[in-house]
């Protein structure tokens, strides 16, 4: 009896510690980043989602931008710092920038015991729930319904799948960052599932946990963790802490078993098989921008460039970056949005690309719109 005592007394020593290194290091890198407005949707399955709202000092464009995060990430994808903002930067080049957080991430509802709201949503819910949401909101606080949405991994893979089904509001363009449409040619995406396989079963996977208790271990030689999603020289290391402790969060069990049956039979739909999102890009006919990078290990431009060839679009462009192909750099998934190069070398290649298939406005323009009952927005607070 007393060995079982010592043990069980061990369990919860080793226990508190792990929480508090977690905590210590969550509070040393926190660096939590808001829009100038937070505006929230109402999805009709009752999930609340969280917009931040960039707002520019000078309007110049019409369509409002929306900005969607990929699997396992939240708003932070496109701000982490002054530096490090894809937000900002469109946002000071005179677009409306609306940076949608999923359910779960963020701001956002999270699932919860007590609240009806189950961790069980996969792709299929983000889909047919949180991207309508977001488009309604965006388009009764703004007046426009035409929107440039831009998303990065899971998020460009929303933007194809909701144009392809031709519900209304249809999108006005389309820029896909790293969105890999056949997940089973991309070699490391096969092997890595191997990592997370064990909590498959469970409603959550605890990226956010882990992701903050390791975070002062990562960012440092040798850095063979990371390779996977980030670059050896593509982000600082003190970047990379920022990012764990502030960028990951959960995602489902579900979310993550519709992906990997995704990677085990090259194909791109629903859970339930009745909705086929590649074929349906042969249904997109809006402008296509496709971002890929050679060195992108989770999404390679052999799992992203196939959307290229399946899009109707007569306006589609496919840009991949290399330095084999001229570029000052590589980039990995990660990176690609939040690395050393990304401000110089991604963020110019996409407002250029914005800027050419927007409508330029001209005279004094207010950005701000009159309040409806789809969306309350309020100012920034902690999470």
């Not at 007394?9 to 905590?23: K, Q, S």
């Not at 296509?288 to 196939?306: C, G």
Request: hydrophobic share 40%; charged share 20%; net charge neutral.
């Amino acid at each position: 009896m007393g060995e079982v005592l010592q043990v069980v007394l061990w369990i919860l020593v080793i226990g508190a510690l792990v929480r508090l290194h977690t905590a210590f290091w969550s509070r040393y890198f926190e660096a939590a980043r808001y829009g100038d407005m937070v505006h929230f949707a109402r999805t009709q399955d009752g999930w609340r989602l969280a917009l931040h709202r960039y707002r520019p000092p000078d309007l110049k464009f019409a369509q409002p931008v929306i900005l969607c995060h990929g699997m396992g990430a939240n708003r932070h994808n496109f701000d982490i710092s002054a530096e490090r903002s894809l937000a900002r930067d469109l946002a000071g080049r005179g677009f409306d920038v609306w940076s949608l957080e999923l359910r779960g991430a963020g701001m956002s509802d999270r699932p919860g015991w007590f609240t009806g709201r189950k961790g069980s949503y996969a792709f299929d819910d983000h889909l047919n729930f949180d991207v309508p949401a977001a488009l309604e909101c965006v388009a009764a606080e703004t007046g426009r319904s035409d929107v440039l949405w831009v998303g990065h991994s899971m998020g460009g893979m929303l933007g194809y799948a909701w144009q392809g089904l031709e519900r209304e509001p249809r999108l006005a363009g389309l820029v896909t960052i790293s969105a890999p449409v056949l997940l089973n040619v991309s070699g490391n995406v096969g092997w890595s599932h191997h990592l997370v396989r064990p909590m498959f079963f469970g409603h959550t996977i605890a990226f956010r946990p882990l992701a903050r208790f390791f975070s002062p271990m990562m960012g440092w030689p040798p850095r063979w963790l990371s390779r996977i999603v980030v670059l050896k020289n593509g982000m600082e290391g003190a970047v990379m802490r920022r990012c764990l402790v502030n960028l990951t969060e959960n995602t489902t069990g579900a979310l993550m078993r519709q992906f990997f049956d995704w990677i085990r039979t090259g194909r791109f739909e629903s859970t339930d098989g009745q909705t086929d999102y590649l074929g349906n890009l042969a249904r997109i006919k809006v402008p296509v921008l496709i971002i890929a990078a050679d060195a992108d290990k989770i999404a390679s431009p052999e799992a992203v460039s196939p959307a290229y060839e399946r899009v109707a679009s007569e306006d589609r462009q496919l840009r991949i970056f290399g330095i084999d192909r001229g570029d000052d750099a590589d980039f990995g998934h990660g990176d690609i949005l939040l690395g050393v190069h990304s401000r110089e070398l991604l963020y110019p290649e996409i407002s250029n690309w914005l800027q050419q298939h927007a409508s330029p406005i001209t005279g004094d323009v207010q950005v701000d719109s009159p309040k409806t009952d789809r969306g309350s927005a309020e100012r920034p607070q902690a999470e």
